[in-house]
C-alpha cells in the first residue's frame, strides 16, 4: 500500500492550464500502474488517464485527449497530470491512483483495478 496525496487544484479559466501533482509515500510508485480519475458530484468517477506499470504507454479518456498529458517521476515518487485548453465541463474532483500489481491494458481504464487512491484535489473551471 502506498499513500497518495495530491494538489495543484483550483478556480481556473476556460482556455487556461494547470499541473495537478500526486506525491507517493510509504512505499514506491516504481513498478506500479498510475492514473487519474475524476468525479463530479453525484456521478460515477470516471477515467482520465493511465500510465503503465511499464511506463511506456499512456492512455486518456477521449474527452481529454490531446489536451490532458500524465507523466510520472519516479526518483520522486511522483505523478502529474497536465492539463491545457481547460473546458467547464473538465469541473470535477480529480484522484491520483496506483495499483501495485499488473493491469493489462484492456482493464488500465477500470478503477477497480486500483487500489491505492488520493483523496482528490478539486478543479473548478469557470467560462
Known amino acids: 500500500q502506498v499513500q497518495l496525496v495530491e494538489s495543484g487544484g483550483g478556480l481556473l479559466q476556460a482556455g487556461g492550464s494547470a499541473t495537478l501533482t500526486c506525491v507517493a509515500s510509504g512505499g514506491t510508485l516504481n513498478f506500479a500502474s498510475v492514473a487519474w480519475f475524476r468525479q463530479v458530484e453525484g456521478k460515477e468517477r470516471e477515467f482520465v488517464a493511465a500510465?503503465?506499470?511499464?511506463?511506456?504507454?499512456?492512455y486518456y479518456a477521449d474527452s481529454v485527449k490531446g489536451r490532458f498529458t500524465i507523466t510520472r517521476e519516479n526518483a520522486k515518487n511522483m505523478l502529474y497530470l497536465q492539463m491545457n485548453s481547460l473546458k467547464p465541463e473538465d469541473t470535477a474532483v480529480y484522484y491520483c491512483?496506483?495499483?501495485?500489481?499488473?493491469?493489462?491494458?484492456?482493464?488500465?481504464?477500470?478503477?477497480?483495478?486500483?487500489?491505492?487512491w488520493g483523496q482528490g484535489t478539486q478543479v473548478t473551471v469557470s467560462s
Open positions: 491512483a496506483a495499483a501495485l500489481n499488473y493491469i493489462p491494458a484492456i482493464n488500465i481504464r477500470n478503477l477497480d483495478e486500483y487500489d491505492n
Open positions: 500510465n503503465t506499470q511499464s511506463g511506456m504507454s499512456n
